[in-house]
């Protein structure tokens, strides 16, 4: 597994956690337990710092960065589909970033929400809890849940 530190900014990777061999964690990052970090995935730390919870699954190709403004914090139980990216912004407990989906600077989204497949919430934009967010700016889906 390619695990590098940058400087003074070195990774954190909880013993429990998985890292496999063809994924890349570089600077500030801190991953914790049970969490899981798939082929090609990329966690960048190298101008902010990265948080990943417990139990989070960050899948095949995802890209996940900071910048120094905006640390990206992604909770526990969350799952980061293939191809994701995400970009200083906050993913809370339980989430669920879809496959090619993009969360930009400053965005969050809530506890138990859904950001569905090719979504982008862009900069600043709030996903609430349980909610689904879909399209390109992603808009929440009225009426829909992430929750049955």
Same mark, same amino acid.
């Given at each position: 597994? =390619?695990?590098?530190?940058?400087g003074? $900014?070195?990774?954190?990777?909880?013993? &429990?956690a998985?890292?496999?061999?063809?994924?890349? @964690? !570089?600077g &500030?990052?801190?991953?914790?337990a049970?969490s899981s970090?798939?082929p *090609?995935?990329?966690l $960048?730390? &190298?101008?902010?710092?990265i948080?990943?919870?417990? $139990?989070t699954? !960050?899948?095949? #190709?995802a890209? @996940?960065h900071a910048?120094?403004?905006?640390?990206?914090? @992604?909770? *526990?139980?969350?799952?980061?589909?293939?191809?994701?990216?995400l970009e #200083?912004?906050?993913?809370?407990?339980?989430?669920? @970033?879809g496959?090619?989906?993009i969360?930009l600077?400053?965005?969050?989204v809530h506890?138990?929400?859904t950001?569905? =497949? #090719?979504?982008?919430v862009?900069?600043n934009? !709030?996903v609430?809890e &349980?909610?689904?967010a879909? #399209?390109?700016?992603a808009?929440i889906k009225?009426?829909? *849940?992430? $929750?049955?």
């Amino acid at each position: 597994m =390619a695990i590098y530190a940058l400087g003074d $900014r070195v990774p954190s990777i909880h013993p &429990d956690a998985f890292v496999h061999p063809d994924a890349t @964690v !570089i600077g &500030d990052v801190t991953i914790g337990a049970q969490s899981s970090i798939w082929p *090609s995935a990329v966690l $960048r730390g &190298d101008y902010g710092t990265i948080v990943i919870g417990e $139990r989070t699954s !960050i899948q095949d #190709g995802a890209v @996940v960065h900071a910048v120094e403004a905006f640390p990206t914090i @992604v909770g *526990s139980d969350v799952v980061v589909g293939h191809l994701a990216h995400l970009e #200083g912004c906050v993913i809370h407990d339980g989430s669920l @970033v879809g496959s090619g989906s993009i969360v930009l600077h400053h965005a969050h989204v809530h506890t138990g929400a859904t950001v569905g =497949a #090719g979504a982008v919430v862009t900069n600043n934009q !709030i996903v609430p809890e &349980d909610a689904l967010a879909v #399209g390109i700016p992603a808009k929440i889906k009225e009426g829909a *849940s992430s $929750r049955p």
